[in-house]
Each structure stands twice: as C-alpha cells, then as structure tokens.
C-alpha cells in the first residue's frame, strides 16, 4: 500500500496536536504564541488540545480552529502541509514582525500584499522565482475589520528569513535596505508559498513588535510583554472576526490553477 501526502496529512496532525480530525474546524487561525491559543479557550469555552505535544489547538462551535504552530519556516511548511488532512476553508496567520520602515511604528498592523522568500523552505515547494502572495479575497475581510475599528495598518511587501539573531550583522541590515521591504518575519513567505502549493486560501496579519534596524528598537522581552499587554487581545479578535465573518457569509475563495 503506498501512502499519499494525504494519508500522512491524517495521521500526522492529530499526532502533533493532539486533536481528533473531526475536531478542527473549516477556518483556521495560526499562530506562534500559547497565549493566543489560552485566550481563545477562554474565550469560547473550549478546551486546549495538544498541551503534551509540539503543537497545541482549541476548536470553538462555530467552526473555527487555533492553532499554535512554533517559531520558524520549518513549522510553517510542516502546518500547511498538515492542514491537507482537512483543506480548511481559509487560513489566517496571526505573526509578530519587526517594522523596517519609518512609517512603521510599534503597534500598527501590517497586511502583507507578498513576501519575499528569504527563509529558503519555500524552495522546497516551488521554484524561487514564483511569489508568496496571500489570498486577497480573504486579506479583504481583514482590512474591513481594521478600517472598522479605526486602527492603524500597513499594507507592503514583508521579508521572510529563516535567520533569528541578525540585528548585528551590517551586511544583512544593508540588503535589507536594498530589498526595500516594509517588514520582516520568519513565517509569512512559506506559509503563502506551501498554501499556494496546497491549494488552501490563505492570509497573514502581522503586528509590528519591535523596530530591529535601530539598536533601540530591538526586541527585548520587557518591550515584547508590552506589545502583547497593548495589542495582542485586538490581534486576536481580528483574526476571530474575520475568520467568522467569512465563514457567516459562506463566501467561497477559489483558488486558481494553470
């Protein structure tokens, strides 16, 4: 018997999750933090899965799913290859990212419109010369739950890089500069890069944590604790309301093929 991508898909996530494939729902929010996946619990009344495994997940009623995935690229891939195992409806990722720009400020939302693919896992899936580029149909909800709460959000193209401790290096910070990205992150590219692969909608909306080309702008953990205290509650509930939203309305968002 020879076993598809799919066949492991099945037995693979309730594996790293420790939730039955019943369990998730047709939306899904992904993210790196516990804390988003405790709150949500909170929230709904619904119980942590996977507290004893790499990953942890709670599902609410309405048919929406957390997922806390790690840190990094890697488990970025290995997420939306998982997610094959339930082809959800649409897939947000809610990220923190370092603001590259003197427009971009600790606090504001970023919307990516693409992601340079920096972190090389995507190359794994497509050839380098193929974009990241997020579901824009499902970035459209997102940018309508923004404009509604009157906060402030960018839209631009994000770094992805699989390096964590680059703050230091003058040569990186200066390609950066020649990249003119808005952001950087070590998540987004892959995550738009496997869904595409997949065929899952997918999305991310980044909060901008630190501000890593000025020494003091650099991520430490009081100034990491301040930003969740400030934003993290408004992160989650736009990643909820969207997600919800579109699953209310039943908008189909197709992906297209060649």
């Given at each position: 018997?020879?076993?598809?991508k799919v066949d492991l898909a099945e037995n693979w996530l309730p594996r790293y999750t420790g939730m039955e494939l019943e369990e998730f729902g047709d939306y899904i929010l992904l993210t790196n933090f516990s804390s988003y996946v405790r709150s949500f619990a909170e929230r709904f009344n619904c119980k942590i899965r996977g507290e004893d495994r790499p990953m942890q997940a709670a599902s609410n009623d309405a048919g929406l799913t957390i997922i806390n995935f ?189």
């Open positions: 018997m020879t076993l598809t790690g840190i990094g690229s890697p488990n970025a891939a290995t997420m939306m290859d998982l997610l094959l195992a339930k082809h959800p409806k649409a897939v947000l990722f809610l990220g923190k990212c370092g603001g590259l720009k003197h427009s971009t400020e600790i606090g504001h939302f970023i919307l990516p419109i693409g992601a340079i693919r920096g972190e090389g896992t995507s190359n794994d899936y497509l050839d380098p010369l193929v974009p990241a580029l997020p579901s824009f149909k499902l970035h459209k909800f997102v940018s309508e739950k923004l404009v509604g709460r009157g906060l402030e959000y960018r839209t631009g193209v994000v770094y992805t890089t699989n390096r964590r401790v680059w703050e230091h290096d003058e040569d990186f910070k200066s390609q950066l500069k020649e990249y003119t990205p808005i952001a950087i992150d070590m998540e987004t590219a892959t995550i738009f890069v496997v869904g595409h692969t997949n065929q899952i909608a997918r999305g991310a909306l980044l909060l901008v944590s630190d501000l890593p080309m000025t020494p003091e702008g650099v991520k430490t953990q009081a100034s990491d604790d301040q930003v969740t205290t400030d934003w993290a509650e408004a992160h989650l509930d736009l990643g909820i309301e969207s997600l919800t939203q579109l699953g209310e309305e039943g908008e189909e968002i197709k992906h297209f093929t060649y």
